[in-house]
């Protein structure tokens, strides 16, 4: 289990800044596959964690709209993030420095609203909850979060 905090990640834990933990690694059984996949599912479990916290807050994300690169680039991070939190994610073609600034035209109002800025781009990928894995990934979300409650209430 990783537990992938570290800059910003006080706005969700109450003003506490923890950074980073592995958790439960044995080298006897884990590979290097098993480390990547935990710090993929580590942070798609967080942004679930955020969205909880939204969700509480009275808004529920349906689909998750992102650029096509980074980590969105991986289908264990794609897969583990759409199956947690039931959104689909829609992946168009673009990056997060492009996708920062369009949002700050919206903010700006250099555009008028989302479909302006946006227009001139489009959906590449689609990735979809599936039904019969979303129990594996609950599971696995919960024992990611009971780790982090461990963690949390011993510091």
């Given at each position: 289990?990783?537990?992938?905090?570290?800059?910003?990640?006080?706005?969700?834990l109450?003003?506490?800044?923890?950074?980073a933990?592995?958790?439960n690694?044995?080298?006897?059984?884990?590979?290097q596959?098993h480390?990547?996949?935990?710090?993929?599912?580590g942070?798609?479990?967080?942004?679930?964690?955020?969205?909880?916290?939204m969700?509480?807050?009275?808004?529920?994300?349906?689909?998750?709209?992102?650029?096509?690169?980074?980590?969105?680039?991986?289908q264990?991070?794609?897969?583990?993030l759409?199956?947690?939190?039931?959104?689909?994610?829609?992946?168009?073609?673009?990056?997060?420095?492009?996708?920062a600034?369009?949002?700050?035209?919206?903010?700006?109002?250099?555009?008028?609203?989302?479909?302006?800025?946006?227009?001139?781009?489009?959906?590449?990928?689609?990735?979809h909850p599936?039904a019969?894995k979303?129990?594996e990934?609950?599971?696995?979300?919960?024992?990611w979060l009971n780790?982090l409650?461990k963690?949390?209430?011993?510091?």
């Amino acid at each position: 289990v990783i537990l992938p905090f570290g800059n910003g990640a006080e706005r969700m834990l109450n003003n506490l800044n923890k950074g980073a933990q592995v958790r439960n690694l044995d080298f006897n059984i884990h590979s290097q596959a098993h480390f990547f996949r935990a710090a993929q599912e580590g942070v798609a479990f967080a942004l679930r964690y955020g969205i909880d916290i939204m969700n509480k807050l009275g808004i529920r994300p349906e689909v998750i709209r992102a650029g096509y690169g980074n980590m969105f680039l991986s289908q264990v991070f794609r897969n583990s993030l759409s199956n947690t939190t039931g959104a689909s994610i829609e992946l168009f073609n673009t990056d997060g420095s492009q996708g920062a600034a369009r949002a700050a035209g919206i903010g700006s109002g250099i555009y008028k609203n989302n479909k302006q800025a946006f227009k001139e781009l489009s959906v590449v990928k689609e990735i979809h909850p599936d039904a019969s894995k979303q129990d594996e990934y609950e599971s696995a979300y919960h024992n990611w979060l009971n780790e982090l409650h461990k963690y949390l209430n011993n510091h």
